[in-house]
């Protein structure tokens, strides 16, 4: 199997399943899951940011890939010491990933300029979460909306029906858009994950302070107890 197909098939396996994931855990096991949200975040911000401002396709040059691992192991290491890190990194991911769906479909362009634009709906999410104190349900809809859209975009790169290369740029957004049916599943997916994220709300204890992590606030209710 040559590199570049290897490559192309296990970036659709992670997607998928991190997608999946991401849309259906619940928060109990979100927390769990932030430091590798956190590095997903990082790693597809970091390379897509590359992409868009030197014109190359995602994942295709080695300065997208480095950059984009070293950012995924910063916001993974911030989500890992400060879990409402890793909450905001999700808030404000949702804000990207809507925001470039959105102005995909309606067929902004070029590449650099879709970016821009839906990094800032993203930084805009990003604030609306910090000033409203961990809105539990505002994350649950933007994980579950936002895993749906990465399961779809990891799926058609199985199919190939999207190069990797494509995913950092509006032209996954463009295809979910044009199709009735890609949407659809998006939606469904979304509501099915949000759905299964509600039915575990209520055995989630959340830490109260937000700027230490799930594991450290845990050992110290073990201990006082």
């Known amino acids: 199997m040559a590199p570049g197909l290897a490559m192309t098939i296990l970036m659709g396996i992670l997607a998928t399943v991190l997608g999946v994931a991401l849309a259906v855990a619940g928060l109990s096991v979100y927390f769990v899951m932030l430091p590798i949200s956190g590095f997903m975040v990082g790693f597809l911000g970091g390379a897509a940011a590359i992409a868009a401002l030197l014109g190359d396709g995602f994942l295709a040059s080695t300065f997208g890939i480095v950059v984009g691992l070293a950012l995924g192991v910063l916001c993974a290491i911030l989500s890992y010491f400060y879990w409402y890190a890793g909450v905001l990194l999700a808030a404000g991911f949702f804000g990207f990933v809507l925001g470039a769906s959105i102005l995909g479909w309606i067929g902004i362009g070029p590449d650099w300029l879709l970016f821009l634009l839906a990094l800032a709906l993203g930084i805009v ?45 509006g032209a996954l957004w463009q295809i979910i858009g044009g199709s009735w049916i890609l949407w659809l599943v998006w939606v469904i997916g979304a509501f099915v994950g949000v759905g299964a994220q509600l039915s575990m709300i209520s055995r989630i204890s959340l830490p109260e302070d937000r700027w230490t992590s799930v594991t450290a606030q845990g050992q110290a209710r073990a201990a006082s107890s």
């Open 125 to 169: 999410f990003f604030i609306i979460a910090f000033v409203t104190y961990f809105p539990i349900f505002f994350v649950i809809v933007g994980t579950a909306f936002a895993g749906s859209a990465i399961a779809i975009g990891g799926v058609l790169v199985l199919l190939g029906q999207v190069e990797m290369s494509a995913i950092g740029t």
